[in-house]
């Protein structure tokens, strides 16, 4: 049997898309938002089929290749990922954004998740790309995260109907400053789940660890770095050593996806795990996360928000942490190996099930360039 043969019709019409695209190339802005950056696209520019999206964004990014060297990507889960932006048809909502985290040495695309980080840029490509005309000094978009069903609000400057990038925020783990975004979340209580706690519980006990499962905005895996035998003050490098620590991590956090009603995540990139420790560097929280496997250099956003929801609430794991933070604080400060994030969280933890009033976060963004980008054939 020839290869030919054995070639569907869906096949050749994969390959004729890719070979129209790696002729004429797709329109594509390259952003920086918070710690991440990606590829930005209009879904009006990418195939409606969702198989042959992403075999096309696969072949932009250079997935699979662990250096992504023929591609857009730039070698880490941080810099391989996509934005998708297209009006939206909600009432009182300006824009639908659709998050994929792709692979890099395995050809893998996820829409289970939420990007904190990358939605920090949204709103400027919609501005950019005019989806949306902005007038006066500052800009506030209403986006839907397709991913989740959530919705955020990104406000940012505005100068002569277009993005301001420059300004006076600092964020951990970015070079220099920028212009503030303020990330405010709704309806992020069961991003991907049956709801907050979404086993149930407060805690379980996996393989000896005691952990939280949380679900604000991201599936989460809570655990005190002690219960890994880790201080968790390690550095990033440390634990990406560590592969009998990397195993443990991806063991606890699939069978907890099972708790969590996710089923088989081996290869998805949710459930994140979050160890927690006592502060050590003026905040409230010291954090290192994993994503999924892979130790994370700082933390996302929604990783953040969901494992400091988790500690607001008694019965938790890592709420003992919480016991020195003032009565009534809102605005959390987490440490994490590349600095600090802040993190503003409404709680009433008193309700049963305690119910998230807002969740908001501050962060920067930046263009990077705008062109045309062109798949491996």
């Known amino acids: 049997m ?3 043969s054995t070639r569907t019709a869906a096949d050749d ?3 004729a898309v890719v070979e129209s695209f790696g002729t ?3 329109r594509c802005v390259w952003m920086r938002g918070g710690t991440s950056k990606g590829a930005f696209f209009l879904a009006e520019d990418l195939p409606s089929d969702s198989a042959t999206r992403d075999d096309l964004l696969l072949r932009i990014m250079g997935t699979p290749d662990p250096r992504q060297i023929d591609g857009l990507g730039g070698a880490t889960s941080l810099t391989s990922k996509v934005a998708v932006v297209s009006p ?3 009432p009182g909502i300006d824009i639908d954004y659709l998050f994929l985290q792709l692979g890099v040495d395995e050809p893998t695309v996820s829409e289970k998740q939420n990007c904190g980080n990358i939605l920090a840029a949204v709103g400027q490509f919609a501005v950019e790309t005019g ?4 007038t006066g000094d500052t800009c506030q978009v209403r986006i839907h995260m397709v991913n989740s069903g959530g919705i955020a609000a990104a406000t940012f400057p505005v100068r002569a109907g277009r993005p301001v990038y420059e300004g006076d925020i600092g964020i951990d783990g970015v070079p220099g400053t920028a212009a503030g975004v303020l990330l405010s979340f709704e309806n992020t209580a069961g991003s991907a789940t049956s709801g907050l706690y979404p086993t149930g519980r407060l805690s379980d006990s996996i393989d000896g660890v005691e952990i ?3 679900d604000n905005g991201m599936p989460v895996v809570v655990a005190q770095a002690r219960s890994f035998g880790l201080t968790g003050y390690e550095t990033h490098t440390d634990l990406a050593g560590d592969a009998a620590l990397l195993e443990r991590v991806d063991s606890v956090r699939r069978k907890a996806a099972q708790l969590m009603g996710l089923g088989d995540v081996s290869e998805s990139s949710v459930p994140k795990t979050v160890l927690v420790a006592q502060a050590r560097d003026g905040g409230q929280v010291c954090t290192r996360s994993f994503i999924p496997v892979r130790p994370h250099t700082s933390i996302g ?3 953040a928000i969901s494992a400091v929801t988790a500690m607001m609430t008694p019965g938790t794991v890592g709420h003992d942490l919480t016991a020195d933070w003032p009565d009534g604080l809102s605005r959390v400060d987490v440490e994490h190996p590349s600095g600090h994030l802040l993190v503003d969280i409404d709680l009433d933890a008193t309700s049963t099930p305690p119910h998230v009033r807002t969740a908001g976060v501050v962060r920067t963004a930046r263009k990077l360039f705008a062109g045309r980008a062109f798949p491996r054939l």
Request: aromatic share 4%; glycine share 4%.
């Open 13 to 15: 019409a994969a390959a």
């Open 24 to 26: 004429a190339g797709v």
């Open 301 to 303: 956003v929604f990783a």
């Open 131 to 134: 989806l949306l005309t902005a």
């Open 2 to 4: 020839t290869e030919r």
């Open 212 to 214: 939280t499962c949380v």
């Open 88 to 90: 939206s048809a909600l």
